[in-house]
Each structure stands twice: as C-alpha cells, then as structure tokens.
C-alpha cells in the first residue's frame, strides 16, 4: 500500500476532528497547510514562501503557515487534493491561473468554482521573446510571418499551462496567423529551446525574462495593457497592432464550503502581510504587481479572468509530413537506381 503523504494525513485526520456544526471559534486553531502544487523551488513555490516568511516573522498569525508541495501532472495533482480537503480553513491552496487553464485544456475537470477564492496577491506580465539573432526584429513582423506561413513558426510553451496561453492569446491577437505549438515545459526549458534554435518564439514572465535577457534572447513585446515599469522601452502588444493581452495572476484558494469568517481571516492576513517592508520589496524584486483582491473585487477578477478563456478554440494543426517513410520511400528508390545503373554497367 502506497504511504500517504503528509497532507493527506492531515485531510484524515481532520475530517475525522472536524466539529460537525462547523464553528469557527478559535480559528485558526493550528497550523494551516498551503498546497503548492508544484515542486519546490520553482516561482509558486519562492512566491509562496515569501509570504510564509512574512506572516512568521511579523506575528500575524498565532499559528505559522506550513508550505506543502504536491507537485506533477502540471500542477493538477496538489489542486485535486486541495479540493477535496476538509473546507475548514486549515487547508489552502495558492495557484495562479493554472487553476483556469488545466481546466480548459481538458487536463482537470475542477476549476475555481470549485473552490472558494481568498485573495489575489500579485500580477507578473508576460514577454514574447525570440533568440539574439532572429530575424524578427518586432512582434508585428513576426505575426505577419505567422499569417503568411501558417503554423511553421514553432511557439515553444508548456502546453496546458498559463504560458501556453500568451501564446494562444497572441495567436487570436492577428486574425489568421497560426503557430505550431510545442511542448517545452518551465522558463529554463523554454530558455534552452530557444537559444538552441528548436523554436522559433516563445513567452517568458517579466521576471524570468530579467533574469535571462544577457544570455542571448531578445523581447518583443510585452502582453500587459500598458508598458512594464522594469521594460519602459519594450512596447506592448497593443502598440504592435496584435490584439493580445495577458498576465499571471496569484490566487489563493480553500475548499469550497469553508466558512466566510475563516476565508477573510485568512484574506486578513495576506493581507497584512501585503503590507511589510520585506513582501514589498520581494515582490518588486521579482517584477510582480502588488496586485491585493479580496470579497467582491476578487469575485469579479475570477469572473473575468475565466470569462477570457471561452475565447479561445484549441486547435489541432495539420499533421508534420511522415518524414520517416519520405526518407524510405527515398532510399530504396536510390538503392533501385543504383542496383539498375550498376546491373546495366555489368552487361554493357
């Protein structure tokens, strides 16, 4: 029998405590598990470690936040355990819109209306970008290709994911420009694909492209409605007659039915932790927005932000010709010439 982890433990064990009129008193009433799902290390994780910090060190709750990463399967197997976990504000969940995303790509069949949203805490712009030596020089130029050459240009991406779609976002942006999308996986991945000529573009947050741009990759354009204060001179996509914008948002999440009174305390101390020195200046260093939604706006922002996926169809491009039985075809027709040619020679 395969041995639980941690979290699972814990969704056991609280079921098995949870008080059946499901009161609030002395909330929270130990520490509460935020599921990352994701491994460690990656940006989820940092982000949300960054608020774990703050919370501990500034006494802002009387029981600490305990980061457990549930990663794989693209962040759709530490979502399903959140969900069902016990709604009494002892398990959370923070993940940005990969919550919407895994869900419309058909990879889970939960999203957030199966959860109950506590706060946003951050937006990260997005970058198209493309190797040092491109030809494209802006991403109008490149969209032009991308309509004139349907789906030859290859978009390097983690499909599923947010990142796959800015790219899908920028697709729609010029009616009838078309790429070939292809899966990658995370901001290294992508980095490497690129430079090594494996694709010709791909999308990179704010902060992954700062901290990439002097190895050899250039920006086109950035997705936000308006230019990025850490890129003033990069323009927008906008600006570049392609209708697309994008970003990444940062949600935190319980199971639904927790009580309200233990969501806006959670929401509380987010957001009191929004407002430290070290939050401000970790978010600023890593190019994130101090974006704080709670209650009605946050209802609103899940609303819309869900909203703009029905826009997009999820294409299946054209097969890439059986290359393998065209190189066979080829050879034993060569082979036949030579046998021929050689035969032929022989009796002369």
């Not at 990663?71 to 530490?78: E, K, L, P, S």
């Not at 390097?156 to 779609?165: D, E, I, M, R, S």
Request: with cysteine; charged share 20%; glycine share 10%.
């Amino acid at each position: 029998m395969a041995k639980a982890s941690p979290t699972q433990t814990l969704i056991g064990l609280s079921l098995a405590l949870l008080p059946l009129g499901g009161s609030c008193d002395d909330f929270p009433s130990q520490p509460i598990t935020v599921i990352v799902p994701f491994n460690a290390g990656g940006g989820s994780d940092v982000f949300t470690r960054i608020f774990q910090k703050a919370i501990r060190e500034n006494n802002l709750s009387p029981h600490p936040l305990v980061i457990e990463n549930q990663g794989g399967a693209g962040g759709t197997i530490g979502s399903r355990i959140a969900k069902d976990a016990p709604p009494d504000g002892h398990i959370i969940m923070c993940l940005h819109d990969g919550i919407y995303t895994a869900q419309h790509y058909g990879n889970a069949d939960w999203g957030p209306a199966d959860f109950e949203p506590i706060a946003a805490t951050g937006r990260s712009g997005v970058v198209i970008a493309v190797a040092e030596d491109s030809d494209y020089i802006s991403l109008a130029d490149l969209m032009e290709e991308a309509k004139e050459r349907p789906y030859e240009l290859v978009f390097g991406t983690n499909l599923g994911a947010p990142n796959h779609y800015s790219a899908l976002f920028v697709q729609n942006g010029k009616p009838g420009s078309k790429f070939r999308f292809t899966q990658t996986g995370g901001g290294s991945n992508r980095l490497n694909q690129l430079k090594g000529g494996h694709v010709d573009v791909t999308g990179f947050s704010v902060a992954e492209y700062a901290q990439y741009k002097e190895t050899g990759i250039r920006a086109l354009a950035v997705l936000s409605e308006e230019r990025e204060p850490a890129l003033p001179d990069l323009p927008t996509a906008l600006e570049q007659g392609v209708n697309a914008t994008h970003s990444l948002m940062q949600f935190w999440w319980a199971p639904k039915g927790t009580p309200r009174e233990r969501v806006d305390y959670i929401a509380d101390v987010l957001g009191q932790a929004m407002k430290t020195t070290y939050v401000q200046e970790r978010l600023s260093y890593l190019q994130i927005e101090p974006v704080f939604l709670t209650g009605e706006a946050l209802k609103a922002k899940v609303k819309e932000r869900g909203a703009r996926l029905n826009t997009i169809n999820i294409e299946t491009p054209p097969p890439l010709p059986p290359l393998h039985w065209i190189t066979l075809s080829l050879t034993i027709v060569f082979t036949v010439w030579v046998w021929r040619e050689d035969s032929r020679k022989k009796t002369a």
